[in-house]
Structures are given as C-alpha cells and as structure tokens.
C-alpha cells in the first residue's frame, strides 16, 4: 500500500535511502484516479525495494510547490534525494513499471 506523503513526513521518507515514487493527485482529477490504482499495485509488486507514496495536493502546500507540480497527476521518481524522473498525466503500468526499474 501506498504511503500518504505530507508535509511533514517527505523529508523523512527521502532520507530512508530507498527509491521513491510519489504520486501528486486530488480526489477530484479524473485521470488520477486511472493513475491511483496502478501505484497501488506497484506499491505491493515493490514492496521491500522503492518507497511508494501519494500526496494530495490540496492537504499540502508545500510539497507540489517545492517541487513546481502544475498538472495532476504528476509521478515523481527519486533516487538518492533527488527527482530523477517525472511522469505528467496519465499512462500506462508499463510505463511507470520501466520508470521504477530503472531507479533499481
């Protein structure tokens, strides 16, 4: 299962060592909640090798600004601290799975 990324605890999870993907969404977007079910899923199929995390952009403010998230859904992908990778709007588990192996 996913983590719930907030204000308040990102800097921590960062800090972990391991990968991580975190997803920026809303209850309200559409397309992120085509994207919310495939992060669920790759939460459990990498479990013990990349944090999985999902921030609601309306609970926070200062993760999506930090970071500069515009468009929901956003996907970004961590290595060592550091954004590595994003995907913007929706896409296949395909392509999020290709992402995460390549943080591996």
Same mark, same amino acid.
């Given at each position: 299962?996913?983590?719930?990324?907030?204000?308040?605890?990102?800097?921590? %999870? #960062?800090?972990?060592? &391991?990968?991580?993907?975190?997803?920026?969404?809303?209850?309200?977007?559409?397309?992120? =909640?085509?994207?919310?079910?495939?992060?669920?899923? #790759?939460? *459990? *199929?990498? +479990?013990? +090798?990349?944090?999985?995390?999902?921030?609601?952009?309306? *609970?926070?403010?200062? %993760?999506?600004? +930090?970071? /500069?998230?515009?468009? %929901?859904?956003?996907?970004?992908?961590?290595?060592?601290?550091?954004?590595?990778? =994003? +995907?913007? /709007?929706?896409?296949? =588990?395909?392509?999020?799975?290709?992402?995460? &192996?390549? #943080? #591996?």
């Amino acid at each position: 299962m996913a983590l719930e990324i907030t204000d308040n605890n990102y800097e921590a %999870i #960062l800090a972990e060592g &391991k990968p991580v993907v975190i997803d920026f969404w809303a209850p309200w977007c559409g397309p992120c =909640k085509m994207v919310g079910p495939i992060i669920e899923e #790759l939460a *459990e *199929e990498y +479990q013990d +090798q990349v944090i999985m995390g999902k921030c609601d952009v309306d *609970e926070c403010e200062n %993760i999506p600004a +930090q970071f /500069g998230i515009r468009n %929901i859904p956003t996907v970004l992908f961590f290595k060592n601290g550091e954004v590595v990778d =994003k +995907q913007v /709007g929706s896409a296949a =588990k395909s392509v999020f799975d290709a992402k995460i &192996k390549a #943080l #591996l």
